[in-house]
């Protein structure tokens, strides 16, 4: 059995337990970039959780079943004393994934890395062109720094794996970003929804594709990569085509628990992490479903799920947008 299968396997086991075996942890809102899409960012620094509290909040969710955690942010490697906030997770026994944007990583954090290896590092890669990044991101040479850094993370054998998002700039000059991955020999995955910011403000700007765009964004993937779509957790009986709250949590940077990095509701502030979680299964299990969902002809075309309607329109309501899209990969199914 591969590190995958059995970790596929726990997953499943501890899903029909309600085990809290896997957790992510918004270490911080702040990040060094400024990307126009971003749905964390806080244009200011915040009064964030302290080392003590994160590793608090860890080490019980720990004790309570965890053995798999995501870092992410903002910027996790902003964070002064993410090096110890690391270490102690590690060192804990959980197997941990980190989530950069590649432009902060140097000898120092590779040294890190070295002595105690993440299951993987995960760079959002924004283009490959210093031109597109600095389109994106604000930041000029931006590309160049994150090349270097994905070149000393293969030069120490580091588990890297590269992601997209579906977004204008980056539909753009998706095959000069496929050509790129290929020649590098990376991993790489990338994400179909993109949406507004999680606290619903009306000022944020970010330039998703149209529904026709992303079917043929998808389809220029599945070409490309042989992409099998993951089915697993379709069925539920809460809504969550997922593991949220069933055995997946998310912790963001104020230490409120929330069922994923997109959605900020339900919310509970951790004070005694297992409490809180036994409380949180209850929360997430009133979250209401889309009745329109359940004899739409597209439901097994559509990317819907409680966060993105929740971003959308609202929990129990259908989102045009990704409806629409439903409708373009049902009858690109149904004309095979």
Not at 31 to 49: A, I, P, S, T
Not at 93 to 117: A, C, Y
Not at 187 to 197: A, W
Request: proline residues 3%; glycine residues 4%.
């Amino acid at each position: 059995m591969t590190y995958d299968e059995l970790r596929k396997k726990l997953v499943q086991s501890a899903t029909k337990q309600n085990i809290p075996i896997s957790g992510e942890f918004e270490l911080t809102s702040f990040c060094n970039l400024n990307c126009k899409m971003c749905f964390v960012k806080e244009l200011y620094k915040q009064k964030e959780l302290s080392t003590s509290e994160w590793i608090r909040i860890i080490k019980e969710a720990k004790e309570a079943g965890m053995l798999f955690a995501l870092f992410t942010g903002g910027e996790i490697f902003t964070r002064a004393d993410f090096q110890e906030i690391y270490e102690t997770t590690y060192d804990l026994g959980v197997k941990i994934v980190l989530f950069t944007n590649g432009t902060l990583i140097n000898e120092s954090i590779i040294k890190m890395l070295v002595r105690r290896p993440p299951d993987y590092v995960a760079i959002t890669l924004y283009g490959v062109s210093n031109e597109t990044y600095e389109k994106i991101t604000g930041k000029k040479n931006g590309f160049d720094i994150v090349f270097n850094s994905i070149r000393l993370l293969k030069e120490h054998n580091i588990k890297l794996k590269v992601r997209t998002i579906a977004i204008q700039e980056i539909y753009q000059e998706i095959n000069e970003i496929i050509r790129f991955v290929k020649e590098e020999g990376l991993d790489y995955d990338y994400s179909l929804y993109v949406g507004p910011r999680r606290d619903k403000c009306s000022d944020n700007c970010f330039s998703r594709l149209t529904p026709e765009q992303l079917t043929n964004y998808q389809k220029i993937h599945e070409q490309e990569f042989n992409v099998i779509e993951n089915v697993d957790f379709k069925d539920s009986d809460n809504g969550f085509n997922c593991v949220a709250g069933k055995s997946a949590f998310f912790v963001n940077w104020k230490g409120e628990m929330t069922p994923c990095a997109m959605l900020s509701v339900p919310s509970l502030t951790i004070k005694n992490f297992l409490e809180t979680w036994k409380e949180f299964i209850k929360k997430v299990n009133e979250v209401p479903n889309c009745n329109a969902c359940f004899d739409c002809v597209y439901k097994h075309e559509c990317i819907q799920c409680p966060a993105r309607r929740y971003l959308e329109n609202g929990f129990e309501k259908c989102s045009k947008y990704l409806k629409d899209y439903a409708k373009l990969r049902y009858y690109a199914k149904q004309n095979k």
